[in-house]
Protein backbone atom coordinates (compact mmCIF):
# COMPACT_ATOMS: atom_id res chain seq x y z
CA UNK A 1 0.00 0.00 0.00
CA UNK A 2 1.32 3.16 -0.82
CA UNK A 3 -1.35 5.46 1.17
CA UNK A 4 -3.08 4.61 4.06
CA UNK A 5 -5.84 6.47 6.32
CA UNK A 6 -4.01 8.20 9.44
CA UNK A 7 -6.18 8.85 11.78
CA UNK A 8 -4.98 12.01 13.96
CA UNK A 9 -6.45 11.64 17.08
CA UNK A 10 -6.16 7.72 17.37
CA UNK A 11 -2.21 8.40 16.89
CA UNK A 12 -2.13 11.79 18.97
CA UNK A 13 -3.66 9.73 22.11
CA UNK A 14 -1.32 6.35 21.64
CA UNK A 15 1.47 8.21 21.61
CA UNK A 16 1.72 11.42 23.42
CA UNK A 17 3.87 9.67 25.95
CA UNK A 18 6.63 9.30 23.70
CA UNK A 19 9.74 10.83 22.96
CA UNK A 20 10.71 12.26 19.97
CA UNK A 21 12.65 9.33 18.85
CA UNK A 22 10.13 6.87 19.77
CA UNK A 23 7.16 8.61 18.01
CA UNK A 24 9.45 8.84 14.93
CA UNK A 25 10.59 5.10 14.88
CA UNK A 26 7.04 4.37 15.15
CA UNK A 27 5.94 6.28 12.61
CA UNK A 28 8.55 4.51 10.15
CA UNK A 29 7.71 1.30 11.62
CA UNK A 30 3.63 2.01 10.27
CA UNK A 31 5.20 2.86 6.95
CA UNK A 32 7.22 -0.20 6.42
CA UNK A 33 4.37 -2.07 7.44
CA UNK A 34 1.77 -0.87 5.02
CA UNK A 35 4.63 -0.59 2.27
CA UNK A 36 5.43 -4.03 3.24
CA UNK A 37 1.48 -4.89 3.15
CA UNK A 38 1.62 -6.91 6.26
CA UNK A 39 3.94 -8.04 9.27
CA UNK A 40 7.07 -7.35 9.94
CA UNK A 41 10.13 -10.16 9.82
CA UNK A 42 11.65 -9.83 13.59
CA UNK A 43 14.92 -9.08 12.09
CA UNK A 44 16.07 -6.18 14.35
CA UNK A 45 19.06 -5.23 13.46
CA UNK A 46 17.99 -5.23 9.15
CA UNK A 47 14.47 -3.66 10.61
CA UNK A 48 16.61 -0.92 12.35
CA UNK A 49 18.80 0.06 9.54
CA UNK A 50 15.44 0.09 7.26
CA UNK A 51 13.61 2.83 9.04
CA UNK A 52 17.16 4.57 10.41
CA UNK A 53 17.00 4.25 14.13
CA UNK A 54 18.75 2.73 16.86
CA UNK A 55 17.94 -1.28 18.34
CA UNK A 56 16.96 -0.07 21.70
CA UNK A 57 14.58 2.77 20.51
CA UNK A 58 13.16 -0.20 17.85
CA UNK A 59 12.75 -2.57 20.69
CA UNK A 60 10.66 -0.62 23.04
CA UNK A 61 8.45 0.80 20.26
CA UNK A 62 7.95 -2.88 18.62
CA UNK A 63 7.40 -4.27 22.07
CA UNK A 64 4.75 -1.19 23.00
CA UNK A 65 3.08 -1.61 20.00
CA UNK A 66 3.39 -4.67 17.79
CA UNK A 67 2.66 -8.24 18.74
CA UNK A 68 5.58 -10.77 17.92
CA UNK A 69 4.02 -14.13 16.40
CA UNK A 70 5.58 -16.39 14.44
CA UNK A 71 8.77 -14.50 13.43
CA UNK A 72 6.83 -11.28 12.76
CA UNK A 73 5.73 -8.04 14.46
CA UNK A 74 2.13 -7.78 13.76
CA UNK A 75 0.30 -4.04 14.21
CA UNK A 76 -3.27 -5.30 14.57
CA UNK A 77 -4.92 -1.56 13.17
CA UNK A 78 -2.42 -2.13 10.50
CA UNK A 79 -3.75 -5.66 9.84
CA UNK A 80 -7.14 -3.99 9.94
CA UNK A 81 -6.35 -1.57 6.97
CA UNK A 82 -4.71 -3.87 5.01
CA UNK A 83 -7.74 -6.20 4.84
CA UNK A 84 -9.80 -3.67 4.17
CA UNK A 85 -7.27 -2.40 1.19
CA UNK A 86 -7.18 -6.17 -0.19
CA UNK A 87 -10.52 -6.68 0.03
CA UNK A 88 -11.27 -3.19 -1.95
CA UNK A 89 -9.05 -3.93 -4.41
CA UNK A 90 -10.39 -7.76 -5.28
CA UNK A 91 -13.78 -5.92 -5.78
CA UNK A 92 -12.71 -3.43 -8.34
CA UNK A 93 -10.64 -5.85 -9.88
CA UNK A 94 -13.36 -8.02 -10.22
CA UNK A 95 -15.51 -5.79 -11.60
CA UNK A 96 -12.99 -4.43 -13.95
CA UNK A 97 -13.14 -8.15 -15.63
CA UNK A 98 -16.70 -7.79 -15.42
CA UNK A 99 -17.00 -4.43 -17.20
CA UNK A 100 -18.33 -1.54 -14.91
CA UNK A 101 -20.23 -0.48 -17.29
CA UNK A 102 -22.94 -2.86 -19.51
CA UNK A 103 -21.91 -2.70 -23.12
CA UNK A 104 -24.18 -0.60 -24.83
CA UNK A 105 -26.05 -3.72 -27.15
CA UNK A 106 -27.22 -4.73 -23.77
CA UNK A 107 -27.91 -1.62 -22.44
CA UNK A 108 -29.96 -0.69 -25.60
CA UNK A 109 -32.27 -4.31 -24.86
CA UNK A 110 -32.71 -3.79 -21.34
CA UNK A 111 -34.70 -0.26 -22.46
Request: proline share 3%; charged share 30%; aromatic share 10%.
Amino acid sequence: MHHYPFHVGDYTLATLHLEYRHDLCYRRLLDAYYLDNGPLADAKQTLSRRIRTDEQTLVEVLQEFFVLRDGYWHHSRCDIEIARFKSKSEKAKIAGLQGARPKKSEARAGV
